[in-house]
């Protein structure tokens, strides 16, 4: 690796990597706890160019080791979330390309509609002929803003007693879609 074939050991390394991060005020009592990852990053540029290097070679052998790890536990997530609704690419812009690799970056700005048109509001009242979903008028709404509409569907009647019987609604409202 890097370690050996420039500093001999890991000890080695170790030591000349601590005096170095000393110097630029990253280590405290002797260790670099508390040290957050914005701070490590812009304090290592202040040492030599062969020195910063390694170092944040090493930070990265870390931090590969430290997601395989997460990884094998099934407790690492990419980011990746699911969009709901009809999505339009609003932007594409080009970031960074990498010139060895031909890898790129790139910024993707997207808008997202998780409502429903009237006619598949219709359609779906259609499908519900027991008497008790319709379209209703939201009773909550913003100070000065227009009142809300939205489709109550009947889900199930629930029999809490004798004499009650609880009624369960899915509600679609026209911008955000369903609510369980």
């Known amino acids: 690796s890097f370690i050996e074939m420039n500093y001999g050991s890991l000890a080695e390394f ?106 598949e509001a219709t359609s779906l009242l259609g499908e519900h002929s027991d008497g008790d979903s319709g379209f209703y008028r939201a009773t909550y709404q913003s100070a000065g803003s227009k009142p809300i509409y939205v489709l109550a569907l009947k889900k199930k009647t629930f029999a809490a007693s004798e004499n009650y019987c609880a009624n369960y609604f899915c509600i679609v409202r026209p911008n955000t879609g369903y609510s369980p």
């Not at 080791?65 to 980011?79: C, F, I, L, R, T």
């Not at 812009?93 to 409502?115: H, M, N, P, Q, W």
Request: net charge positive; charged share 30%; proline share 1%.
């Open 14 to 119: 170790c030591a000349i990597a601590r005096r170095g991060m000393e110097g630029v005020g990253l280590e405290r009592k002797g260790n670099f706890q508390g040290c957050k990852l914005k701070r490590f990053l812009n304090r290592i540029f202040g040492l030599p160019f062969k020195l910063q290097t390694h170092i944040f070679d090493f930070f990265l052998l870390l931090l590969e080791s430290k997601v395989s790890a997460a990884k094998a536990d099934n407790k690492y997530s990419e980011g990746i979330v699911d969009i709901c609704g009809v999505t339009r690419l609003e932007q594409e812009e080009e970031l960074y390309s990498c010139k060895r690799t031909g890898a790129v970056t790139k910024y993707f700005r997207i808008s997202t509609d998780r409502g429903i048109s009237w006619d």
